[in-house]
Each structure stands twice: as C-alpha cells, then as structure tokens.
C-alpha cells in the first residue's frame, strides 16, 4: 500500500510517520507549518497571547509534560523517514492537490495538520481514501487543542484514548474505523500519560492500515454510537488548565481508572465490533 501522508514537523509527528513506514510504503510526505490562509484578526491575536501567558502561567505543568513528551521523540526519531518530502504553508495549498495528482497513492494519511477544505477533500476522495487519527474516543470528545488535557480537565478519565477514522469536512466526525481506550494504570505522571497517549495513537493508527491492507475494516457511521462534546481551542484557558492539574493530582488514581470500564460500558458496548483487540 503507498501512502501519502500531511502531517507537520513535531516530533510526535515523525514519529508516527517513521512507526507506519513499518507497515507500508510511504511515497511521500508533506509537511504543513500549518500557517492561517488569512491574517488572524485582533480578537484571535489577543487571545493567542493570552493563552501563552495561561501556559506559562497555570498550564506551565501542562506545557512542561507535553514539551518532554516531543522531546522524548525528538531523540527516538531524529528525522522523518527518507522519501520525498514537500513543505507547504497550509495544507490545502495548491502544491498538494498537484501532489495528490502526481503520486495517485493508495491512502492519505492525516495526522497534525490543519482543518482540510472541502476542495482539498473532495479532489483527494476523486483519487483516493482519507484516514485521520483523533486523539480522543469520538464521539464521545471531539475538537482541541488537546482532548487528553480536555478529559483531565473534566473528570472524563475513562474517556482518555484515540480513534481512526476516515476524514470528512467535520471536526472530527468522519465513520470511525477504530476505537479504543488508552490502556493506563493510574499510577502514570503526567509525562507519561501524554506518552502513553501518544504511543497508544501511533500503535492504532498503525494496526488500522494493516487491517485495510487486509481489507479487514467496516466503518460506522458517529451518529449510531451517540453524542458527544466537540472542544474547541477558544475555549481552553487558564481556568480549564488549572482544573485539569487539579482532577489530576487529586482525582487520576487507580482506583478512577479503574472506574473507566464499568464508567463506559454502556457506551463501549456500542462500540464492541469496531474496537481492536489488543
């Protein structure tokens, strides 16, 4: 199977990319900076600025975790895996679409880019299949900038995990082809809940391309599971930062995680035909 991937220069990001070159061809990547198509306006400056000051600020223990995380990659996989690479400003810039055309791959795959548009979308699907990785169970949580922090942030342990789906123009709302709970024991820092997130992410993704290769993939449709709540980065502040440091210093546990099973039986049961046994 040849893939082209969008992705973005982190270091979790080459690290996924370097994990699925394991299990199929990558024909090329391209790396988005992920660059607004417009200018922001001054609303969106200002709350930009006042979120880095939230960071450095109430979400500092947040940052830190998160930064040791990628520089823990960083080490791991210095580099992506050797093929073409094309660097872009935005991913939906016309070089992609050439891209798409040049290549004709089997999948793309999505991870860490910005919002694909319509046309970007609707090109591809002409040529190809999209897959994306949400990390987060949809659709139960959905949206950014960081479900893991957003569960933390609302008690929501059992609901810490990561999903594979095929992309739509939705936040997120794409048929899931795979679901599953982060396996965690409730004794993890935070460091390494973020890792185990992020290896748990990169080890679905990579068991979901083998089972398309297999063709051994059904996807269903997020309306048949049930709702959920979709976050949005607007909406993280210094208020949520300081309620996810607290549940998690006070309220991650063992004995809450392993509350997550009967916490989300209802909902798992639902989702039995599409979860991967591990």
Known sequence: ???????????????????????????????SRNRPRRKPGFGARLRAGWLRVAEATQGKDLRGAWKSMQ?????????????????????????????????????????????LGKKLIAHAQKKTRILNLHTGISPYVKGGPNCTNWCLAKGWFHLIGNTIMWLDAGIDTGHIVATEQTPLTGTESLNELHVAVMDHAHDLYRRAVQALEAGDVKSTPQQELGDGTTFFSHDWNARQMKQALFNFRHHYSKEAVNARASRLASEMKRLVPLVFER
């Open 1 to 31: 199977m040849r893939a082209l991937v969008l992705t973005n220069s982190n270091p979790n990001q080459v690290a996924l990319v370097n994990r699925l070159s394991d299990v199929c061809e990558i024909a090329a990547i391209v790396v």
């Open 71 to 115: 520089d823990r990659y960083s080490t791991q996989f210095p580099s992506f895996p050797a093929t073409r690479m094309l660097h872009v400003s935005n991913v939906n810039d016309s070089e992609v679409l050439s891209e798409i055309d040049r290549l004709n791959p089997d999948l793309l795959i999505v991870s860490g880019t910005n919002l």
